[in-house]
């Protein structure tokens, strides 16, 4: 049982590539986010799904997309990527029953030069 | 606007008690969570609260007032390896979407 796993752990892209960040879990969980988290500002919600086929844009949106073909994955996309899309990039997931305790993937070190 | 206030950092001597409160102003109210997240880690779940009252868990305990808008962490006989940054975050609807304050960084002395 992996839990909620991230590919990459690291990456670093020029300005204007592109790339798609990818979450599993292995726990049949509904519900699975996209947090960003930025020195001094806790974590931001970007995106969320909570189902298969759903997305749902949380905070800080703009220039992300992200998909939920399978219940088990959850793909985080930068089409153009920025400098101040540099960050630490969480994923997180919870079951429907339960009180919501996320569990967390042990994230994503991104920069963009 | 939606806020979650924490201190920014505690300091405190390692035994000690440590209490981290928080303040909340969201457009709706779930339920309220503390998670600890060590230097380089993720995140992990600490306490839960969704009705008024204290929440004891070991050597850490949570209380929520919902008519304050106001949780606090309690972290008592503190040990070195609980210096740590201490989250809280609401559950701000029924459909599973999480707002996180900025967190609090603990560090405890010898």
């Not at chain 1, 991230?6 to 960040?21: C, D, E, Y």
């Not at chain 1, 399978?70 to 630490?88: C, H, I, M």
């Not at chain 2, 009252?53 to 850490?60: N, V």
Request: proline share 4%; glycine share 10%.
């Amino acid at each position: 049982n992996a839990g909620v796993t991230q590919t990459p752990k690291f990456r670093v892209l020029k300005t204007g590539q592109s790339m798609t960040l990818l979450c599993a879990q292995d726990m049949n969980h509904e519900y699975m986010y996209w947090y960003r988290q930025d020195p001094g500002m806790g974590l931001r919600l970007i995106h969320y799904s909570v189902g298969e086929g759903t997305t749902a844009k949380g905070e800080v949106p703009d220039g992300y997309n992200v998909s939920r073909l399978k219940k088990q994955n959850f793909l985080l996309g930068l089409e153009s990527a920025a400098p101040s899309q540099t960050s630490v990039y969480f994923c997180a997931s919870v079951g429907r029953q339960g009180f919501y305790e996320q569990y967390f993937g042990p994230g994503t070190r991104l920069t963009v030069t | 606007g939606q806020n979650i206030d924490q201190p920014t950092e505690m300091t405190a001597t390692e035994g000690a008690i440590v209490q981290i409160n928080c303040t909340y102003q969201t457009s709706g109210f779930n339920g309220l969570f503390w998670y600890q997240q060590h230097a380089g880690e993720a995140p992990t779940f600490l306490s839960y609260n969704v009705l008024d009252g204290l929440e004891e868990k070991g050597r850490f305990s949570s209380f929520l007032s919902r008519s304050k808008g106001y949780s606090y962490l309690l972290l008592k006989e503190l040990q070195m390896k609980d210096s740590a940054s201490y989250l809280c975050a609401v559950l701000t609807d029924s459909w599973g979407k999480f707002q996180f304050g900025a967190g609090t960084q603990v560090v405890v002395t010898p």
